[in-house]
C-alpha cells in the first residue's frame, strides 16, 4: 500500500475515488485565433471585455450572498479583483493598441503576477487569485464554461496542483470529502476555507500526478498522509472514528480546559467589525488577535484618529467585557501603505515592517494608539495592545511606555528568533506576550511561509520552533505573565495539546478551529499534555515529532 505524505492543514478522515480538477485557461494563446483587433472594432471588444468582468463579478458576489464566514468574505475580494481599476486599466490599455480582449487579459495577469510575486507575503498570494479571475473572464469574453471544479456525483476526493479560492468556497462537503494539492501552504486561502467547510487537507504532496482519477485513496488531514488503494475494512473504521470524533467536536461549548480542570483560553483571530462579529458565533471567549492593517490597506492617506476609534469599537463591541488583543499594524513591504513611501527592499520579510515603521513615521503609531485608547474607553474596556515584529527588550520597554502612558496593558508579538531567545528580558519589559507562529517558524528556518516548495520547513512542528516556543512560555512561567500563541498553530488540535503542556495560556486562531481545539484539550490531562510536549521537544524532524505527541497523547 503506497503512501505520499504533505504537510496537514485541517484534520479528518476521507476515503474516496479520486476526482480532479478541470485544465484551467491559462493563457488562452491557444484560444483566441486573432493576434490584433481592427482599431474601428476596438471600442466594441473594449465593452466585450467590461461586460464580462461585470458578469464574473456579479457571479461571485452572488455566491458570496449565499456562503458565509471566510468563505464570503473571500468571493467578495474575488469579485473585487474582477472589476480592480488596476487589471482593468492594464487590459484596456493593451486592447486600444489592439490586443484582443482575451490576449490582453493575459498580458495585464502575467504583468501583475510578476509584481505581487516579487512583493511577497501577502500579495504574492493574491496571484492564484488573479489569475482564477483571468480564466473566469476569458471564459465568458469567449462563450466557453465557466471553469471550475468538476461536481462529482457521489463522495469523493479532490486532487489539484492548486485551488483558486473561488472554487474551494463553492464546493459541497458532502460531495467532495477531502482536498490534496500539490502546491499551497497551511495559510493559504483555500486552507482557510477547507478548514471552514470541515474538509480534510493536505497540502505540498509530491507525487499527485501519478494517481490517476478514479483510484481509491484514504486521506488522513490531521497525519498529512495519503494512502493509495487502502484495505477497504480498515479505511471505513477509519472514516467512522473521524466522524465520532466529528460528533464531540460539534458539541464542545468551551470553556476552553483541560480534563482535569487546567484552563485555556480558546480566541479569535478577526480582522474587522464583521469578523468579529461572526466569531462571537463559535466557542471562543474573545480575541487574541486583532489584526488592523486592513484599515490601512488600499487608502491614499493615513485613516483619522476618529476614523480608527470607529473601527476598533465594532470590534471592542463584539465581545462586551471579553478579552480583546489589539495588534498594532503589520505593514511594511510586504504589505505596502499607499500613503508611506517605503522604497525599495531587496527581501521585503527581513525588512522595515511591523513595529520598525515607527523609526521613519512614529505619528503612525502615536495616532493608532490614541484611538485603540479611546475606543477602549468609550466601550469600557481594558485594552490589551501588542506590537509586531519586535525583536529585543528595547523596543518591547519603548513600545510598553507608549502603551502604558494611556492606561493601556502593554504586550508585544515573539515572532522573531531574537526575542524568543531574549524571552526572559522581554517579558520583563511588558505584560504579557502573544507567539506568532507563522513568522517565527517562517525566520527559524529561513523559509519563506508561502513557498509550496519549502511547506514541509515551515511545519510549525519543526522541533527547532518547538523549542523557541517552549523557551517562552518557561520565560512567562518564571516572570509570572501569560503567554498564548496567535499563529495557525494554535488551530492544529493535537498541537495545541502540546502547546498547553509547555506552558502556553491561550491560544487564538480562526474562530472555525476553536470546537476542534477545545474539545481535544477537554480530553486530556495536563499531565499527557506536558508528557506530549516532551516527547515531540525530543525529535528532531517535524514529522516525528507529531507522531511523538500523537502517540503519548492516544495512550
Not at 469523493?156 to 472554487?167: C, E, K, R, Y
Not at 514541509?456 to 509570572?480: F, K, N, Y
Request: aromatic share 4%; charged share 20%.
Amino acid at each position: 500500500m503506497e503512501s505520499l505524505q504533505g504537510t496537514p492543514v485541517v484534520g479528518g478522515i476521507a476515503y474516496g475515488p479520486v476526482i480532479r480538477a478541470g485544465e484551467r485557461i491559462g493563457a488562452a494563446g491557444d484560444l483566441e485565433t486573432r493576434t490584433e483587433v481592427d482599431e474601428a472594432d476596438r471600442d466594441a471588444e473594449q465593452a466585450r471585455f467590461t461586460a464580462a468582468a461585470a458578469a464574473v463579478a456579479a457571479r461571485l458576489r452572488d455566491r458570496a450572498s449565499h456562503a458565509s464566514g471566510a468563505a464570503a468574505e473571500v468571493l467578495i475580494a474575488t469579485a473585487g479583483l474582477a472589476e480592480d481599476r488596476g487589471w482593468t486599466g492594464a487590459v484596456a490599455k493593451r486592447i486600444a493598441d489592439g490586443a484582443p480582449a482575451a490576449l490582453a487579459a493575459t498580458g495585464a495577469t502575467a504583468q501583475f503576477a510578476e509584481m505581487f510575486t516579487a512583493l511577497g507575503g501577502v500579495m504574492a498570494e493574491r496571484v492564484t487569485d488573479l489569475e482564477d479571475v483571468r480564466d473566469r473572464v476569458i471564459a465568458e469574453v469567449l462563450g466557453l464554461p465557466e471553469p471550475g471544479v468538476p461536481v462529482p456525483e457521489s463522495p469523493s476526493v479532490l486532487f489539484a496542483d492548486d485551488l483558486a479560492p473561488a472554487d474551494t468556497a463553492g464546493l459541497d462537503p458532502a460531495l467532495v470529502t477531502a482536498l490534496v494539492t500539490r502546491l499551497g501552504g497551511p495559510t493559504s486561502h483555500t486552507a482557510i476555507i477547507a478548514r471552514q467547510l470541515g474538509i480534510p487537507c493536505v497540502v505540498a504532496v509530491a507525487g499527485l500526478d501519478a494517481v490517476a482519477a478514479g483510484t481509491t485513496v484514504l486521506v488522513d488531514g490531521t497525519a498529512g498522509s495519503v494512502e493509495i488503494d487502502p484495505e477497504p475494512t480498515a479505511a471505513r473504521a477509519a472514516v467512522a472514528e473521524s466522524r465520532r470524533q466529528a460528533e464531540v467536536v460539534a458539541a464542545w461549548s468551551g470553556p476552553g480546559r483541560t480534563a482535569d480542570g487546567h484552563e485555556v483560553a480558546v480566541l479569535a483571530n478577526v480582522a474587522d467589525g464583521v469578523s468579529a462579529r461572526a466569531a462571537t458565533g463559535y466557542p471562543v471567549e474573545g480575541i487574541g488577535l486583532f489584526r488592523t492593517e486592513l484599515t490601512f490597506l488600499d487608502r491614499a492617506d493615513e485613516p483619522t484618529v476618529d476614523e480608527q476609534v470607529v473601527l476598533y469599537r465594532e470590534v471592542i463591541d463584539a465581545f462586551p467585557g471579553g478579552k480583546v488583543v489589539i495588534r498594532t499594524l503589520d505593514a511594511g513591504s510586504d504589505k505596502p501603505l499607499r500613503f508611506v513611501d517605503h522604497g525599495a527592499e531587496a527581501n521585503p520579510a527581513l525588512g522595515i515592517r511591523g513595529n520598525r515603521l515607527t523609526a521613519t513615521h512614529p505619528e503612525i503609531r502615536t495616532n493608532q494608539l490614541d484611538a485603540i485608547a479611546r475606543a477602549a474607553e468609550e466601550s469600557g474596556a481594558t485594552a490589551r495592545v501588542m506590537a509586531p515584529m519586535i525583536a529585543g527588550p528595547a523596543e518591547a520597554a519603548d513600545f510598553a511606555a507608549e502603551v502604558r502612558s494611556r492606561g493601556m496593558i502593554a504586550g508585544v508579538m515573539i515572532e522573531i528568533p531574537s526575542a524568543a531567545i531574549l524571552a526572559s528580558a522581554v517579558l520583563a519589559e511588558v505584560d504579557f506576550v502573544s507567539i506568532g507562529t507563522n513568522d517565527l517558524t517562517q525566520y527559524t528556518m529561513a523559509a519563506d511561509r508561502m513557498s509550496a516548495e519549502l511547506a514541509e520547513l515551515t511545519d510549525p512542528w519543526q522541533p527547532a520552533v518547538l523549542h523557541l516556543i517552549e523557551g517562552v512560555a518557561r520565560a512567562g512561567a518564571d516572570a509570572g505573565k501569560p503567554v498564548g500563541v496567535c499563529g495557525e498553530a494554535a488551530a492544529d488540535p493535537l498541537l495545541a495539546c502540546v502547546l498547553v503542556g509547555m506552558g502556553v495560556s491561550s491560544l487564538s486562531s480562526a474562530p472555525v478551529a476553536a470546537a476542534a481545539v477545545g474539545a481535544r484539550l477537554g480530553q486530556v490531562s495536563l499531565a499527557q499534555c506536558r508528557d506530549a510536549a516532551r516527547a515531540a521537544l525530543a525529535t528532531s524532524e517535524a514529522a516525528a515529532a507529531r507522531a511523538a505527541a500523537a502517540a503519548v497523547l492516544a495512550g
